[in-house]
């Protein structure tokens, strides 16, 4: 395990704490799963997809689905571009990021979907949502009847903005079949979503989305972060006649996420190129076709709690839980980036892992970051371990006692 030449400490290092076993890791907001699709968006075929359905917090990528909202009250007449909307005492006390809008003010729809693609302006989602439904709580339940309609049938709203809210919750899989809803429903307006900069009241606010300006081709969509979900992206690009759709969850920070969201874009047009390459959406449909029914038993035990149960109730919760570290690292996004590849290597094995960085400080040295897949099956630690020794890279099995994984909002 090669580390800025500090090896044999950080194998000691590592060595010793899986020797004495792990204390109980209590449930907190980063635990957040990493998860990533991408999807052709003429057809809506995945050509890649690690933890496609899993539950995850959405931050503001909710505002997608409110932009969705207004767009069909365009269509249908309900709102006009200038039509001007007032600023209640509620919309106004909303919380960053904000476009600072007062009590009794009035900003245009067009100026609102400026305020939601470029700054995610929370106080102008509440607002939009209060003009179309009475109230923020109304609209939510129309946004999630919508997404029914849609298909994202693993999607509820609580809000229209994406502030932390236990019960909203949706997955990379829906996210992108949202995405590319308002392309295909709404060509009229998708290039809202390219809008590099928004002035408003006499203030530039930039894009979030970096990636329409330093990615070839890419031309939209949302950003989206709360602590309990890390950082979110959605993004489209378009090169050589084919649009993709790219979703990725539970980014350690913008620059990391927007540079994984380029590699897996990257690797999903070589697919559509006819470039031969194995894709994490194959092996889930093969494993799927292969599996045996002790081992859909199995793995049904692991997968994240349905639409019926409370987001605030842990996922999976069980005296006894494995896990793998596969490096250990002088800084943290390393440790991270790493665990994310190899979950990606083997996501048939580690889909319904939890990818965890844990710091390890020895006296008064720099801390070490291990970088762990928890909330395996004992089986499948071991098999992970096992295939990727084959592979010439550093896997350790663990056993978590008392580990309990679960989202929590903050």
Partial sequence: MRVDGRDRFLRVAAACVCAVGVSVLSASPGLAKYASVIMDAETGRVVHAVNANTRNYPASLTKMMTLYMVFEALEDGRFSMHQRLKVSARAARQPSSRLGLRKGQTITVE??????????????????????????????????????????????FRNASGLPHRGQQSTARDMAVLARALITDFPRHYHFFSTKTFTFGGIRHRNHNKMIATYDGADGIKTG???????????????????????????????ARDRHMARLLDKGFRVLNGTPTRTAAADEGTRKKKARPATRKRRASTRPASAAKSAAAPARTSKSQWGIQVGAY????PAYERAVTVVERLPGLLENGTIKVVPLK??????????RILGLSKRQAYRACRILKKRKMDCMEMRLKGVQMAFVGT
Avoid: C, W
């Fill in 111 to 156: 100026q609102a979907i400026l305020a939601m693609v470029t700054k995610s302006a929370n106080d102008v989602a509440a607002t939009v949502a209060e003009a179309l439904s009475g109230s923020e709580r109304k609209f939510a339940l129309a946004m999630t009847a919508t997404a029914r309609r849609l298909g994202m049938d693993r999607t509820i």
């Fill in 225 to 255: 972060y709360i602590r309990a979900s890390g950082f979110n992206l959605v993004a489209s690009a378009k090169r050589g006649g084919h649009r993709l759709i790219g979703v990725v969850f539970g980014g350690r920070s913008p620059r």
């Fill in 330 to 333: 002088m800084r943290y996004s």
């Fill in 362 to 371: 020895i006296r008064n040295r720099q801390p070490v970051y291990r970088a």
